[in-house]
């Protein structure tokens, strides 16, 4: 049974986000920016409208708790953007929630059940990982709010929330058993959905991201006078490293395995000096946490060979490791029946090779996501994009899901 | 003939300098900044006690104009340093220029000849490429100044000069026949001489350094959710550059070209992104103009095969062509019989593999240049250092070859 959304209403309020910090065709929205926080007003109004009693707490998230019913299920993503990169990353899923809220919670049909719909704070990871969500969970200590850093100025997070005015707010904390789960739906963010023609993409697990630092350690020299014999250049050393992964990675790696150096840094890093120290950011994904294990395991492997083999230091550090999380089989069910009376055979079940705050969530309770195609797989650009016709759809489904869900508990629980 | 220096001075003068930006055994004194304004002012008062009548000109370099002579020599180096780099390099060849002027002009046997002293801003490239000698030598713009920028921290080369109190001033000019010709002294910042234990270099030619910018343009996609096979990794594609170089240069080099990749830039430089794009300083040294521009082809060849076999594009982008400077066969035999009487059988001629302010004057006058040992062969680096020995060793040298030099002119013209 389809509980009809209002597609033109869905696509209003996107347009209407993405005025706020407009890039191009995409959105410039840091974490607890002007533009952020103009964001995050927004859906307190939105919320507002429907009585939700929104909130923004101290670390920036919102929250709409609605009327008191008996069966809720949380649902949400995040609405501030990578730099100058897509408008849907994490405002599609906040206006879904939005569009199901406005739809589930207003009907009498649903009079014992709400959707309450959240927005988690950097999720983007401007300041740390996923702060906002983990916050909520109970997973973030004020130490490491104290700690917390702006990744691309350096500001400190406390002061940036002070200017945002939540400095002296409490953190709104997840009541235990409050919710039958936590939904969300995203952006696929790569191209298989569209290379397949499908709409829909069952998130099946969430992959497991394992980022490590290479530092290499050579002998900063002058880049004239010292002979190449006797150089030991640390950027080269890691520029060979690099291409030794490329060589190796492949042949351990499973069918989605994905491996990436993001930021490489020679230091100094002037003209005429030779590099005497580098470092590397490398990470790996996969669905699998065997698959990691192993990945892991040739990375060291070949840190050692290029230390052994000289004539640079390298060596490798662990920074983080997030485990695969697994998606809850009812809820992945209720996405995929949604799915298929509205793109029926045009949807597939998929690991996300992204994270999201749903892998935070499903440590709590069961949790679901829901893809919508990207143009292109572009991501983290601001040329990410989605026809108006997938949106709905997926708007669609999503709160046909939800709907599924609560009906389901409304069922057991009467 | 010996001319005799006072060795203790040499160093007393050395060790002072130091004082001056202190950093571990080394200093920091970038161009322009308090520490290398204080320096200058400290030469200022050094040139005073010998009645030079110094000035500091409206570019940062430091002139000491003797009394009226028929014949004069010009001598000196700089006294900024790199960025937390070596105590010696520039400082070693002002203080040799003074101590000979201290020397020589106090002298009766040359009361018609006289040393003048200069101290050259900029030599490190801080805002640009060997400014202060070539303003001197007139071939630096108005608008060069407007345009130059600090490499460290950005800020304008005219705020910087407004600070140290020289915006208006006018910028001194070589007057011309004024000189005999120009001696330079200076560590050599390799490790030829210590490595073939000999005491001094007498230089030949200060090699041409060709400097390159490569680009790379990939497409800037989600590290979690691009597959391998469709990635466009800009940063991948500079690593294997890099790669490619240092497995095809050797082949094509000459016995002492250098290459270096002193910088190499992702961008964004996020961990969770695929760089969309990579620059890469890349440059090229040696004496001989055929090799560098053989180098070059084979460095354009390189890009161009990297560009065709995709999947980023490639493009290479001249910034810079110094070419190699030959010191005057003169200056260099002075040198070398200056050498054989203080360190017989302990020199040898070779080539510079830095840049230095002589191959702008040579381009006036007759020019040469001395080199003592550098321990370790290390520069660029607050570890520089030569032995007090080799310094004051290295001092005489100067001295008595500058002496030769005016005293072969003296002879001429009387």
Aim: charged share 25%; hydrophobic share 40%; net charge negative.
């Amino acid at each position: 049974m389809t509980t009809p959304i209002d597609g033109t209403r869905v696509l209003r309020d996107l347009y209407e986000l993405r005025k706020i910090g407009e890039y191009k065709t995409g959105v410039h929205r840091p974490s607890l920016s002007n533009e952020h926080v103009m964001s995050l007003q927004w859906l307190v109004e939105r919320l507002k409208a429907i009585d939700a009693e929104p909130i923004i707490d101290g670390i920036g998230n919102v929250l709409g708790y609605g009327k008191p019913t008996t069966v809720k299920l949380l649902a949400g993503s995040h609405l501030e953007s990578q730099n100058y990169a897509g408008w849907l990353d994490g405002a599609l899923g906040v206006v879904y929630a939005l569009e199901a809220a406005r739809v589930i919670n207003c009907n009498d049909a649903f009079n014992a059940a709400a959707v309450e719909v959240g927005a988690w704070c950097d999720e983007e990871g401007h300041f740390g990982h996923l702060l906002g969500s983990r916050s909520f969970c109970g997973d973030v200590t004020e130490s490491e709010i104290d700690a917390a850093i702006n990744r691309t100025d350096s500001g400190k997070m406390r002061d940036a929330l002070a200017k945002a005015g939540l400095a002296q707010k409490k953190r709104e904390r997840l009541e235990t058993g409050r919710y039958i789960g936590y939904l969300e739906a995203h952006v696929e963010q790569g191209d298989w959905l569209e290379s397949n023609d499908l709409e829909a993409g069952v998130v099946t697990t969430i992959v497991g991201v394992w980022q490590f630092k290479v530092n290499f350690e050579g002998f900063q020299n002058h880049a004239g006078t010292t002979r190449m014999a006797i150089r030991k250049d640390a950027g080269l050393a890691a520029a060979k490293l690099c291409v030794t992964i490329d060589d190796c990675f492949p042949k351990a790696a499973g069918p989605r395995t994905v491996w990436t150096t993001g930021r490489l840094t020679l230091d100094p890093g002037a003209p005429s000096i030779i590099p005497g120290k580098a470092e590397m950011l490398f990470q790996i994904r996969d669905a699998d946490s065997r698959v990691l294990a192993r990945m892991e395991s040739l990375l060291y492997e070949l840190v050692a060979d290029a230390d052994r083999s000289g004539p640079c230091h390298a060596q490798v550090e662990s920074l983080r490791k997030s485990q695969p999380a697994k998606m809850d089989e009812r809820f992945q069910a209720a996405l995929e029946t949604a799915a298929e009376r509205i793109v029926p055979g045009k949807h597939t079940r998929m690991p996300s090779g992204a994270g999201h705050d749903a892998q935070i969530f499903a440590g709590q309770m069961p949790a679901g996501m829901l893809f919508v195609p990207s143009i292109g797989g572009i991501s983290h650009h601001w040329l990410e994009n989605t026809s108006n016709e997938d949106i709905v759809l997926g708007a669609q489904i999503f709160t046909d899901a939800a709907a599924d869900l609560l009906r389901q508990e409304l069922a057991v629980s009467s």
